[in-house]
């Protein structure tokens, strides 16, 4: 199935991440495309979003991570579903339910949480009380992934190259269910 990325935030990090690479190897096939997308102009962006609901696989935007653009509406109006990476520390917790509540309040995308840099060692009782209790809330709303947990292997992503078996060993169980609910 044919997938096309799009970077919508600013920071554009994962477009600058393809680029880089792609100038140490410029040989390399790229896998799939990564292209930018400005939500700064209004009629740009809607008809950016016109054109991308016609494409025959899968179309994965990264919006940022803020509210502030009020752009990004037409990005959620537009998403099938929106996958959340979450971490379980309180003050993500709360910006995540925020994120939520704006996101519902425009879109009635399917949400899919991921637990994302899951740090596996802690096992205080009351972060995993914690932990557990956000889980069995955020699954009221939406699809929680199998935890991917902290590794040096994750962070060593690459946009041209298949990954690592560590790497696959640590991602594939979430990314497999998030396949299913597409």
């Given amino acids: 199935m044919p997938v096309i990325t799009i970077d919508a935030d600013l920071q554009a990090s994962l477009y600058r991440h393809r680029q880089r ?52 509406e037409y990005i959620y109006k537009n998403a099938d579903a929106a996958i959340i990476p979450i971490s379980f520390d309180p003050d993500t917790v709360d910006a995540t339910g925020i994120f939520i509540k704006a996101l519902k309040s425009v879109s009635k995308a399917n949400l899919v949480f991921i637990p994302n840099r899951i740090i596996t060692s802690e096992r205080k009782s009351e972060e995993l009380r914690q932990r557990a209790q956000t889980i069995e809330l955020l699954g009221l709303v939406g699809a929680v992934m199998p935890m991917v947990k902290q590794s040096v292997a994750v962070k060593r992503y690459t946009t041209l190259y298949p990954l690592e078996k560590t790497q696959l060993d640590i991602v594939e169980p979430a990314f497999r269910k998030i396949m299913e609910i597409i």
């Fill in 21 to 72: 690479e792609q100038d140490v190897a410029a040989d390399a096939k790229a896998p799939w495309n990564v292209d930018l997308l400005d939500t700064a102009d209004s009629k740009h962006l809607k008809k950016a979003m016109e054109q991308l609901k016609k494409v025959p696989g899968i179309v994965l935007i990264d919006c940022p991570g803020n509210l502030n653009d009020r752009n990004l």
